[in-house]
């Protein structure tokens, strides 16, 4: 069993920041497991394809961005916790979407393509006003 269930979206204004959490549970992510999986958060606008935002690798070491939140957004995470954040500065209108998480059973790499992971959450919106 596995689940994560993402929360934080929300309404905000252009250049505003945003934290969203990703909470995992079940037996799959259970008894120190978390960390064996690289995390990333995706999002999808209304008619757009779902592109990658972040990633970040099991142990947090390694992380990887699109372009077009590098130096904005920033990507955490708690294993203690079994938690994944987003921290979203300087938003743009731009940036308004379903957000995604999603995890990868493995952890070393924190891959930008959407195949390799293998659990998503139903997303949580985030909508930036100009």
């Known amino acids: 069993q596995a689940q994560l269930v993402e929360s934080g979206g929300g309404l905000v204004q252009a250049g505003g920041s945003l934290t969203l959490s990703c909470a995992a549970s079940?037996?799959?992510?259970?008894?120190?497991?978390?960390?064996?999986?690289?995390m990333a958060w995706f999002r999808q606008a209304p008619g757009q394809e779902r592109q990658f935002v972040m990633a970040?690798?099991?142990?947090?070491?390694?992380?990887n961005w699109s372009d077009s939140v590098k130096g904005r957004f920033t990507i955490t995470r708690s294993n203690a916790e079994n938690t994944v954040y987003l921290r979203m500065n300087n938003l743009k209108v731009e940036d308004t979407a379903v957000y995604y998480c999603?995890?990868?059973?493995?952890?070393?790499?924190?891959?930008?393509?959407?195949?390799?992971?293998?659990?998503w959450g139903q997303g949580t919106q985030v909508t930036v006003s100009s």
């Open positions: 970040i690798s099991g142990s947090g070491t390694s992380t």
């Open positions: 079940g037996g799959t992510f259970s008894g120190g497991n978390f960390k064996n999986y690289a």
């Open positions: 999603a995890a990868d059973k493995t952890p070393f790499q924190p891959t930008s393509l959407e195949g390799p992971y293998d659990y």
